[in-house]
């Protein structure tokens, strides 16, 4: 108790200043399920800056859930670079510190996003409980598992992407209301992130399906082996942005603003693209998208600007406390 | 006067204001200062949503029950500790205390997986239809986890001062087994065994780490303060997060109030055995 208070009455005060570092070292803080995918980068993006121009450096990365960081970076934690799988959770950075640029989502293309993913289903071989669409996951006796919405961004999309495939299908929001309460009451475990979500679906054998980005659940089937998983990639789903931006006030304050620059450009070059494509995540590079078609079954995406009227509002609606997530949440069928 | 060890009651009493003031005053300081940000009427609308209220009373009736299964199986092993000897004694007496030393979050990983229904526990649990895991159960099982030393470690010394002359006292007076652990040890034990039982359960209020594997963390159902508290903060709501937390600072802080008048009464009960 006493403990649990003290770590939260010190996370709430501000930290003391991390050490400055030398230039040709980079924090990147991202989110939980990203760190194999940033090794590879890290390793790519050292080996062609080192070709461009003959520095070393290193690339120090920094994962939890996207919320968390966020936090963690407005409490005093120095991130030179941000990778979040939100636009929120960059946002915030804005609202709550000015740590970066009000217009940060014009500095890179597709809204400084390199990649965008979407949530699928992992479902055991066999497809026993034969999961095509988000329609199988309500059925009674169907167990589905997800982290929760409130701690994970990750699960925020596939919150919003299950209302709006309720609410494109049945058509009305009283309906889609309905579908997120019956889908909720199939969940036997919330867990705080995404990585603890994956472990509770295959560690544990809890579970018919799990739901997450597209990129985990190949990456998973890949670890555990084909025979034991497959996925399922449903008609339509929510188009993920992964958004990336330099912060400003601690890039400067580092020196390391150009290195920064170029690290997230890196992400948008073929070099970057191919790795992220051969990490599962989907990419705007024609060619590279291209070489890597077979990976990504056709899926109709609808953006959150489409189906919600953009994050501002999802937050106001959705997401805040004592809003609609909330109410679900609390009145979901037994 | 007579000479101290450690020197200078001015010293000594500065260094500990200054330490507590700032270890343990400043933080709690800080939280209230959050809380105090929010009108009396939001904090009353913040406490009484059916969301807090389930994960209160979720919460207070797990920590109770592992506080009643550890009261019972606590003085047990107090007693076979302090009244035997067996081979492998040292070895169960450092295994009491290793609830305090591993990290909460591994005993919550290690518990969850021992439980699920692929686990060792589980399984045959499950088959019998009492599914542990990811149920309110879970808690109470990873509270009793956690918080199994305070009520060992509080009520054993006791049992060995006792000494078991007093017992010998009462046959050789003609009581009965059931009469001697009624009126001549219970009552010695009994103010250390309540003040290890209130420790017990304001740990088991708190406990964050080993409680949010196993638990499920399904709202309204198997979801406990410490989380919500979480939740709130990772909406960036920090005066909800803080009008949780004080609550939960509140309730340990009685709880703790209660400990320390158990065991100043039992001071003075011991005091008065000396007479």
């Known amino acids: 108790m006493r403990r649990f208070l003290f770590a939260l009455a010190v996370s709430l005060a501000p930290l003391p200043a991390a050490q400055a570092q030398t230039p040709n070292t980079l924090l990147n803080v991202s989110y939980d399920i990203a760190r194999e995918l940033y090794v590879e980068i890290n390793a790519a993006f050292a080996k062609s800056w080192k070709a461009k121009t003959g520095q070393d450096v290193t690339i120090n990365q920094s994962h939890n859930g996207s919320s968390r960081q966020a936090r963690a970076i407005l409490e005093g934690l120095e991130a030179d670079v941000v990778t979040f799988n939100q636009v929120t959770d960059v946002q915030v950075l804005y609202d709550k510190g000015k740590l970066i640029a009000a217009d940060w989502q014009k500095r890179l293309p597709n809204n400084s996003s390199p990649y965008y993913s979407l949530p699928a289903f992992l479902v055991r071989a066999g497809n026993p409980k034969n999961i095509k669409d988000w329609d199988d996951l309500v059925k009674p006796g169907v167990q589905v598992i997800f982290p929760n919405p409130k701690t994970s961004g990750n699960a925020r999309y596939t919150y919003l992407a299950a209302y709006a495939y309720a609410k494109a299908k049945y058509g009305s929001d009283d309906k889609a209301d309905e579908f997120v309460k019956k889908l909720f009451a199939n969940v036997p475990v919330f867990d ?8 509770t679906f295959v560690e544990r054998q809890t579970g018919d399906v799990l739901i997450t980005f597209e990129a985990e659940t190949n990456a998973i089937r890949d670890l555990a082996g084909k025979d034991k998983y497959q996925v399922v990639v449903p008609s339509q789903s929510l188009l993920a942005e992964f958004p990336v931006t330099v912060v400003d006030k601690y890039a400067d304050k580092h020196g390391t603003r150009a290195l920064a620059t170029a690290y997230l450009e890196f992400l948008y070059s073929p070099e970057g693209q191919t790795v992220l494509a051969r990490q599962y995540n989907r990419v705007n590079d024609k060619t590279i998208a291209a070489q890597f078609k077979d990976r990504f079954p056709d899926v109709k995406l609808v953006t959150v600007e489409e189906a919600f009227g953009g994050w501002d509002r ?14 679900l949440f609390a009145a979901r069928q037994n | 006067m007579r000479r101290r060890v450690i020197p200078g009651f001015g010293l000594a009493l500065g260094t500990t204001v200054l330490y507590l003031a700032a270890i343990v005053l400043l933080p709690l300081s800080a939280l209230l200062l959050k809380a105090s940000g929010i009108g009396l009427s939001q904090l009353i609308d913040i406490l009484s949503s059916p969301r807090t209220l389930s994960a209160i009373r979720v919460t207070v009736t797990m920590a109770f029950a592992a506080t009643m299964f550890n009261a019972v199986y606590g003085l047990l092993l107090a007693w076979a500790l302090a009244r035997y000897d067996f081979p492998g004694k040292r070895l169960l007496d450092g295994l009491v205390d290793v609830p305090f030393a591993l990290p909460t979050a591994v005993a919550g990983l290690a518990l969850t997986a021992l439980f699920a229904k692929n686990g060792w526990f589980g399984r045959p649990l499950e088959a019998i239809g009492i599914p542990v895991a990811y149920t309110p159960l879970g808690i109470a099982i990873a509270m009793a986890f956690t918080s199994i030393p305070f009520v060992v470690r509080t009520v054993q010394p006791v049992i060995e001062d006792l000494g078991s002359d007093v017992e010998e006292a009462g046959r050789s007076l003609g009581a009965s087994d059931l009469q001697i652990l009624r009126r ?14 209130s420790l017990a359960f304001a740990r088991s209020l708190g406990e964050f780490g080993a409680v949010i594997f196993i638990a499920g963390n399904q709202p309204m159902r198997t979801e406990i303060v410490a989380l919500l508290t979480f939740i709130r903060l990772e909406e960036y709501n920090y005066q909800g997060a803080a009008a949780i937390a004080t609550v939960m600072l509140l309730m340990a802080f009685v709880m703790l109030v209660i400990t320390n008048s158990v065991q100043a009464w039992h001071l003075r009960y011991l005091a008065r055995g000396e007479d």
């Open chain 2, 184 to 197: 001549v040890i219970f009552p010695a034990i009994f103010p250390a065994f309540l003040a290890g039982c």
């Open chain 1, 314 to 327: 999802v937050n106001r609606e959705h997401l805040d406390a004592g809003a609609k997530l909330d109410r």
């Open chain 1, 192 to 199: 705080t992130g995404g990585r603890a979500a994956t472990t």
